[in-house]
């Protein structure tokens, strides 16, 4: 009886776990391993990755990154789900910091299911993870990072849609001099790879307009206490200033050269392009500069209907690069359809795409025309100067620079 009633405890299991293998009638397959997953399990997915510091001193400015692309992704579901495919946004934290960059890059490229990067921030974050994107041949398209070394190295999927720092540079060197009327200039640079190239644009593009630079020093990013360099800044009694560094040393920087009574004009680059600079340096910021590769986009109607959307969206306001992101995203989509439509409906290879991000030309974004050049380059890319009147975010834009090359 013992035997028996095994027996029969073994085959209900065997018929149990062949009702429940069955499914449907038992003609359902299995999808394949190398297929990606989709949570309706009807639509193939298609991957996104955003990689912006999300932690950290620059986190206002990495998330705006974020939202900006996944606002874009949002609003082209729809049209991609009538194509067969669910979209998806992955977001990564590269924290500032390149070796989590190139880390998070290693991780991106092992999951067949991203076709495309929107990203990053910090150039020097950028240099090395766009080396990492090249060899799994990921398109990248980065809506802030301006260091001359992200497209002049040639990458074949490195593209960018604001100005760089030789472009940058200059135009606040110019604005400097020209309107402002400096002459005796103090240079102070993070030592980041985007802090000194545009401190050394803005540098050289000075001395070549006759202006006299007093001093050139370096601080470190992550210190609080800049005592040390602005006592250097206070003997030579420069007339102007300029610092080549992120928002979080920045606002410190002027709230710090204020409480030393130090009322020279100072300003910064587009990193200063922040609600996060007021948020540093409080009522102290009245009065600062910044050059930025990001335009006003709530000064046309259209551009405000985006903005107020974005701000329904996620219940703060848009950051400068918030709108360069979508765009970023707009075009690396854009990329994706033309592929599918060239391969008969079918998933395009990541190589595919990346010539398809390069060949854009015309698009139309919301902040701007997109064209990129042969290395990556937006043709229409500007340059705008910015004041805080007040202690309040943005700045009021007070001159707009086309590139003249």
């Not at 946004?89 to 998070?104: E, M, R, S």
């Not at 999927?157 to 309107?179: C, K, L």
């Amino acid at each position: 009886m013992k035997f028996k009633g095994q027996v029969w405890i073994v085959l209900a299991l065997i018929t149990a776990l062949l009702a429940g293998c069955g499914g449907a009638g038992g003609n359902e397959a299995a999808p394949a391993a190398s297929e990606p997953a989709s949570s309706s399990g009807s639509k193939q997915v298609i991957k996104i990755a955003t990689q912006s510091p999300l932690s950290g001193g620059s986190s206002v400015q990495g998330e705006a990154i974020k939202l900006g692309a996944q606002m874009s992704l949002e609003d082209h579901k729809e049209e991609f789900s009538a194509l067969g495919y669910e979209l998806e946004l992955v977001p990564y934290d590269d924290q500032g910091d390149p070796k989590k960059g190139v880390a998070n890059a290693e991780l991106i490229g092992a999951d067949q299911a991203v076709l495309g990067v929107v990203g990053h921030l910090n150039s020097g974050v950028t240099i090395p993870s766009s080396v990492i994107y090249e060899k799994y041949n990921i398109a990248m398209i980065s809506p802030a990072s301006t260091a001359t070394d992200v497209t002049d190295r040639k990458l074949k999927v490195v593209n960018r849609v604001v100005a760089r720092d030789d472009f940058q540079g200059p135009a606040a060197a110019d604005y400097a001099v020209n309107t402002v009327g400096a002459k005796n200039i103090f240079v102070v640079q993070d030592k980041t790879a985007y802090g000194q190239g545009l401190a050394e644009a803005f540098r050289d593009a000075v001395q070549g307009l006759g202006a006299n630079i007093s001093g050139y020093e370096g601080i470190t990013v992550g210190e609080k206490d800049f005592n040390g360099v602005l006592n250097i800044v206070a003997a030579q009694k420069p007339d102007f200033i300029f610092f080549g560094g992120m928002y979080a040393e920045g606002g410190l920087l002027v709230k710090q050269a204020r409480d030393k009574g130090i009322t020279a004009p100072l300003m910064g680059g587009d990193a200063l392009d922040s609600s996060g600079m007021v948020n540093v340096a409080g009522a102290e910021v009245k009065g600062a500069l910044y050059s930025s590769v990001a335009g006003d986009i709530t000064n046309s109607d259209s551009g405000k209907q985006w903005a107020d959307k974005y701000e329904q969206a996620f219940k703060k306001k848009s950051e400068g690069y918030s709108v360069y992101a979508y765009d970023s995203m707009s075009v690396l989509l854009e990329a994706i359809k033309k592929g599918i439509d060239e391969n008969g409906g079918k998933l395009p290879a990541r190589e595919a795409v990346s010539t398809a991000v390069r060949a854009t030309k015309e698009f139309e974004g919301v902040a701007g025309k997109i064209t990129f050049d042969e290395i990556g380059d937006n043709a229409y890319a500007k340059v705008f100067i910015y004041e805080f009147k007040d202690a309040t975010y943005p700045g009021e834009m007070i001159s707009e620079i086309e590139n003249s090359k």
